[in-house]
């Protein structure tokens, strides 16, 4: 399979068939004697109060709502190669001034251990969903409240957040890593998104991009290495804004005590963006830093990220965000989760527009009915302004109830 970074005129579509492939190659390479295998579904009812959940303008936006999602998954593991098909299925009723929602996505990721020292992953997904700010469920599709790792409530495109506006998304991922030796590992890793919204003031984009790593264990709580990363950013109906990056970066991780771990990125990223008339290329400062504490009972992070990313309304953009997450387990049945962030998506790096703002942040309580049942209750806030400079707010409270039926073998 040969994916190229270096031509605008490559199909997104070539990219992300081409990735498939590797996700396919990886379900199949093996054929195991004995593995795990098991299928469950969850099924989430909650009802939600918001003061505003597309930040309209306007006085007359309050509404309660009404939402029931199916999840269903199956999977396949046998310690060498592992596969897990899953999907979601939700359906959003409001009670007044606004449509019914509804969003479906459908996941395949797999892994494989090659060798003893190459392994390599693959992850497949298409969606389809109405852009709102939404926290009943605020950990993801499919993810269970838990003390385990935390993702931060950052979406990739910030300039969509409450846009009311549908995206359908396709997206692929592969990853291969080497380890060379006890010391050294090098990882290729590759993604393509192709997103599509059906509306005249958005533009449609192709995003794919390379990266090249290398990184050398000092010791035990130490790490060095570098990366290179290429990207293209390319929208469907105008050359105006279409942009390549490239970008090198320094990498380090560092274990800081028994249960406290720093890791970044840091370099700079080159960017030659097409103009009307010619081309302006353009350099900004890019990377990501990560500090978590992971206890027993509770967890903690904070990240920050710079990167340029295509937007929804136009343009090349740089975006930086920053945000932290905390989960308490209070007792054997009992979580708490809060996380907030804040990120600007810059002006067009090529074109009209402005900057654009975002705060968020939320509250979660979970309580462990039994092995099958849990209760949750949620209250966020979504705070954005475009670039027109007006600036609308959200408050949502919801509940709800989760009910998990499956089986193992």
């Given amino acids: 399979m040969r994916i190229f970074i270096v031509s605008c005129e490559a199909s997104i579509g070539v990219r992300i068939r081409g990735l498939f492939v590797v996700g396919a190659a990886v379900l199949f390479a093996a054929c195991p004697a004995a593995a795990q295998t098991g299928s469950d579904v969850s099924v989430t009812a909650s009802t939600a109060y918001d003061s505003n959940p597309f930040l309209a303008f306007g006085n007359d936006t309050e509404t309660a709502s009404f939402r029931l999602e199916l999840a269903p998954s199956v999977y396949r593991s046998d310690g060498i190669s592992s596969l897990k098909v899953s999907g979601r299925v939700e359906h959003v009723e409001y009670m007044r001034r606004y449509d019914s929602a509804q969003n479906l996505s459908a996941n395949v990721a797999a892994s494989h251990r090659i060798s003893e020292r190459l392994d390599a992953t693959a992850n497949f997904s298409i969606s389809s969903s109405v852009s709102t700010t939404d926290f009943v469920g605020p950990i993801g599709v499919g993810d269970e409240v838990g003390s385990g790792d935390l993702p931060l409530p950052i979406d990739n495109d910030i300039t969509l957040l409450g846009d009311r506006q549908r995206r359908n998304q396709a997206a692929a991922d592969a990853t291969l890593r080497y380890t060379p030796s006890e010391f050294d590992e090098i990882r290729w890793s590759s993604s393509a998104r192709a997103n599509r919204y059906g509306a005249a003031r958005l533009q449609d984009s192709d995003y794919a991009s390379q990266r090249l790593a290398y990184s050398r264990r000092i010791n035990d709580g130490f790490m060095i290495g570098g990366l290179v990363d290429a990207s293209i950013?390319?929208?469907?109906?105008?050359?105006?804004?279409?942009?390549?990056?490239?970008?090198?970066?320094?990498?380090?991780?560092?274990?800081?005590?028994?249960?406290?771990?720093?890791?970044?990125?840091?370099?700079?990223?080159?960017?030659?963006?097409?103009?009307?008339?010619?081309?302006?290329?353009?350099?900004?400062?890019?990377?990501?830093?990560?500090?978590?504490?992971?206890?027993?009972?509770?967890?903690?992070?904070?990240?920050?990220?710079?990167?340029?990313?295509?937007?929804?309304?136009?343009?090349?953009?740089?975006?930086?965000?920053?945000?932290?997450?905390?989960?308490?387990?209070?007792?054997?049945?009992?979580?708490?989760?809060?996380?907030?962030?804040?990120?600007?998506?810059?002006?067009?790096?090529?074109?009209?527009?402005?900057?654009?703002?975002?705060?968020?942040?939320?509250?979660?309580?979970?309580?462990?009915?039994?092995?099958?049942?849990?209760l949750f209750a949620s209250a966020g806030y979504s705070d954005a302004s475009d670039d027109l400079g007006a600036r609308r707010s959200n408050i949502q409270g919801a509940v709800g109830i989760v009910f998990k039926f499956g089986n193992t073998r």
């Fill in 233 to 374: 950013s390319n929208f469907r109906d105008t050359r105006v804004g279409d942009a390549r990056t490239l970008s090198p970066q320094l990498s380090v991780s560092a274990l800081l005590g028994a249960r406290l771990q720093a890791s970044g990125s840091f370099g700079v990223a080159f960017t030659r963006t097409n103009l009307a008339v010619g081309r302006d290329t353009s350099t900004t400062f890019a990377g990501n830093a990560t500090l978590c504490h992971k206890g027993s009972l509770s967890n903690f992070c904070v990240n920050g990220s710079r990167q340029v990313l295509p937007s929804a309304i136009g343009g090349v953009r740089k975006q930086t965000s920053a945000g932290a997450t905390y989960s308490l387990r209070l007792s054997e049945r009992e979580t708490v989760q809060l996380g907030g962030s804040y990120s600007v998506a810059s002006a067009p790096l090529a074109g009209a527009g402005g900057d654009f703002e975002s705060i968020r942040g939320y509250a979660r309580y979970e309580r462990l009915l039994n092995e099958r049942t849990r």
